[in-house]
């Protein structure tokens, strides 16, 4: 290889990790304006505890969204921030390798077909589809399932290397009294939000 090809290829070996460097820097700053809400979450990602930061992004989203009784209306998933579901996807989408997050999981309901008026509709059955996409847990009669004792990632939907599939987590931010009114709102808001 001559002198300025392999200068070249230097180049560019530099400039891939500058831009890696630089998705890094963006993840931080997107942490800066609330730093002491996301860190936890985030410390519990860098140290491969997913149960734990599953539950930890199921209480960040009450936080944001609860009514005074702490529930979590539809209406609530409906308005829910855009920067708070950007920075809690950001957080799991880095630790994953872009494989965990809310990005990844209204990406794969649309490539199964879904859509605004999907969701409207509330096509039970596409839902369900997406659910054993991701390897949600599921019950006879009620679709997703979601028990309180359950850890994630859930160990029936682990790959032969251990990996749960694309879109797995966050799980629990899922589950609602409201059943699948809710989770349809809360796919409708991250389409809004993430959907190119």
């Not at 209406?75 to 921030?81: I, Q, T």
């Not at 409207?120 to 369900?128: G, K, T, V």
């Amino acid at each position: 290889m001559s002198d300025p090809d392999q200068r070249l290829l230097q180049l560019e070996q530099r400039v891939t990790e500058l831009e890696a460097e630089l998705r890094q820097l963006q993840g931080t700053l997107t942490l800066v304006g609330d730093v002491q809400r996301y860190s936890r979450l985030r410390d519990l990602l860098a140290a491969g505890d997913l149960d734990a930061a599953d539950r930890e992004t199921a209480r960040l989203i009450v936080d944001q969204l609860a009514d005074r009784d702490g529930d979590v209306s539809p209406e609530a998933l409906e308005r829910s921030s855009a920067a708070m579901l950007e920075i809690i996807d950001g957080l799991w989408s880095a630790s994953s390798h872009g494989r965990q997050g809310f990005a990844v999981q209204q990406q794969l309901y649309r490539e199964l077909g879904g859509s605004r008026t999907s969701l409207i509709a509330q096509d039970s059955a596409l839902f369900e589809r997406f659910t054993r996409t991701v390897g949600w847990p599921t019950q006879a009669g009620v679709g997703f399932a979601l028990s309180e004792e359950l850890s994630v990632p859930v160990v029936a939907a682990l790959d032969d290397q251990g990996l749960p599939p694309p879109g797995h987590l966050p799980l629990r931010c899922w589950s609602s009294d409201y059943g699948l009114k809710a989770a349809n709102l809360l796919m409708a808001r991250l389409i809004e939000v993430f959907a190119a």
